[in-house]
């Protein structure tokens, strides 16, 4: 008799979830499992003489009288022994007829939420509905079809969403290191990242890191952009940043009719400006807590026992984030090769308060104007328009 040992659950299913437990004993309702994922190589299943091993456990369900493979697709059998089924793609796992296959799409036919949790996948994502608030997914490829709300969305490649984003308004954290804030030491309720391409209809109070282009089919509205190919918004552009190390085209509108400044940074690499900006909120949660755990030492000789150690832990800390950030300073220079490649091109109009800096140099629109291109010429940023009355900042 042979067994078929199962290195997967061959019962599980997406519908019956139940919360992972927490090393405190609550249980998490973010993190359900929702997916088995398995990696190309890796071993599913495999057929095990009982004579050889009588006192295994066995589910009755998978004895056979002969050796069973059940090989189905995105599936094979192991190069060197023969009795292994192994993943042949990245994916998840499941019966499916009778055989054990990975499929490389994972479709949720619905919302992300408190019925699927968190999602981890290790192919291509595509989701029915919308990504809720404080959800979270990662795949290779992602497709959302509806809208993602504040959530943080990741993927390896491209993404894409159908419905557009809106993430809440950020609010300022001074006693919390946060990652992922933005140059003005800002929580991004909504953080899209992207190893390739991302094309979206419009996007609100999110940040966004696109490895290659970024493609916004709408308006950009008070977001935080990076961006590492090239940056395409069909509507508006106003208010919050841009880093980008190409074009920057802006068909309907750059800046605003109100207060907010609209800022686009170029010539260097954007994900350089990123890292400054993580280290600089790290170094800034340090300096406080360092000096709320000195007040508390300075209370009493008991306090003093208890957060001394602390301050010391806080104070190497600090210096260790000081030396990064000397150092990544060292490492920050102009893009020599693609600097003057950069350009602003703007054939909507442009409104006045807009900050442009391309390498070294810095320009600040004063006056409305339309059909505009930025670019560096001899080390300073000119406007193409003959009809434009701006002068230098």
């Known amino acids: 008799m042979y067994y078929l040992h199962h290195y997967f659950d061959p019962d599980f299913s997406h519908v019956r979830l139940t919360p992972s437990e927490e090393g405190d004993g609550t249980a998490n309702p973010h993190y359900l499992g929702y997916v088995q994922n398995v990696i190309a190589g890796q071993v599913l299943a495999e057929s ?3 004579e050889q091993f009588p006192d295994m456990p066995c589910d009755p369900r998978f004895i056979y009288p002969e050796r069973h493979l059940p090989v189905g697709p995105n ?15 990245n994916g998840y796992v499941f019966y499916h007829n ?9 479709n949720v036919r619905g919302d992300v939420g408190f019925r699927t949790g968190n999602i981890l996948f290790v192919g291509d994502l595509a989701i029915h509905g919308d990504v809720l608030t404080d959800f979270s997914i990662r795949a290779n490829n992602v497709l959302v079809k509806g809208h993602i709300e504040s959530a943080k969305v990741k993927a390896v490649g491209d993404l894409v969403c159908l419905s557009g984003i809106k993430g809440a308004n950020p609010s300022m954290v001074e006693d919390e290191p946060i990652q992922s804030a933005d140059a003005d030491g800002l929580i991004p309720s ?10 979206l209809p419009f996007c609100e109070h999110v940040q966004i890191r696109a490895g290659g282009n970024l493609i916004i089919d709408g308006s950009c509205l008070h977001s935080t952009l990076y961006v590492g190919g090239s ?5 508006r552009l106003q208010g919050g940043a841009v880093y980008a190390n190409n074009v920057v085209y802006v068909e309907g509108q750059f800046g605003s009719d109100y207060t907010s400044t609209t800022k686009v940074m170029m010539g260097y690499n954007p994900f350089d400006f990123l890292t400054m900006q993580k280290l600089e909120s790290q170094i800034a949660y340090l300096k406080n807590t360092v000096t709320y755990f000195e007040k508390m030492a300075a209370r009493n000789a008991v306090m003093e026992q208890e957060y001394r150690p602390r301050v010391h832990l806080m104070a190497r800390k600090l210096k260790i984030a000081h030396a990064k950030r000397t150092a990544l300073w060292g490492r920050f220079s102009v893009d020599e ?15 006045p308060g807009c900050e442009i800096g391309i390498a070294k140099a810095f320009y600040k629109t004063h006056d409305m104007g339309s059909n505009l291109s930025f670019s560096l010429v001899d080390d300073e940023i000119v406007s193409k328009s003959p009809a434009a009355r701006y002068t230098q900042a």
């Open 48 to 50: 095990v003489d009982l």
């Open 75 to 89: 599936c094979e059998f192991h190069r060197e022994n023969p009795d292994r089924i192994v993943a042949a793609a």
């Open 98 to 106: 009778g055989l054990i296959s990975v499929k490389k799409l994972l």
């Open 190 to 199: 909504t953080l899209i990242e992207a190893g390739g391409n991302v094309r």
């Open 231 to 235: 940056l395409i918004i069909k509507g």
């Open 337 to 351: 090769q693609n600097a003057p490649k950069c350009r602003v091109i703007v054939p909507g109009k442009v409104m």
